[in-house]
């Protein structure tokens, strides 16, 4: 398994930006199998929770985005996405995609993909 994040950028304060992730070397009744996720992890910060969801939608967020973020997925792309509004400095980190299933014993990390926010 492997999974490419991308979709970062430079964005002003308010603005929206939308993260995609792709899962490769997967077959889709692998993919259902999994909880996909996104993390953040700021400079000098730990890696934090954003989101995650489950292959049949249900979706739980970290306090500090709820309301803001989006997160969605497509099994037929075996493709998992945040949509990100309402942009705040504080928002500024690299955000990881991330799959996991307690079913193959498997936690898989992709490279991350950098958000900045100005004020």
């Known amino acids: 398994v492997q999974l490419q994040a991308f979709g970062g950028g430079l964005v002003q304060a308010g603005g929206s930006l939308r993260l995609s992730c792709r899962a490769s070397?997967?077959?889709?009744?692998?993919?259902?199998?999994?909880?996909m996720g996104w993390y953040r992890q700021a400079p000098g910060k730990e890696r934090e929770l954003v989101a995650t969801?489950?292959?049949?939608?249900?979706?739980n967020y970290a306090d500090s985005v709820k309301g803001r973020f989006t997160i969605s997925r497509d099994n037929s792309k075996k493709m998992v996405y945040l949509q990100m509004n309402s942009l705040k400095p504080e928002d500024t980190a690299f955000y990881y995609c991330?799959?996991?299933?307690?079913?193959?014993?498997?936690?898989?990390w992709g490279q991350g993909t950098l958000v900045t926010v100005s004020s």
């Open positions: 070397r997967m077959i889709f009744s692998a993919f259902v199998m999994y909880t």
């Open positions: 991330n799959a996991r299933s307690i079913t193959r014993d498997d936690d898989v």
């Open positions: 969801i489950e292959s049949g939608g249900s979706a």
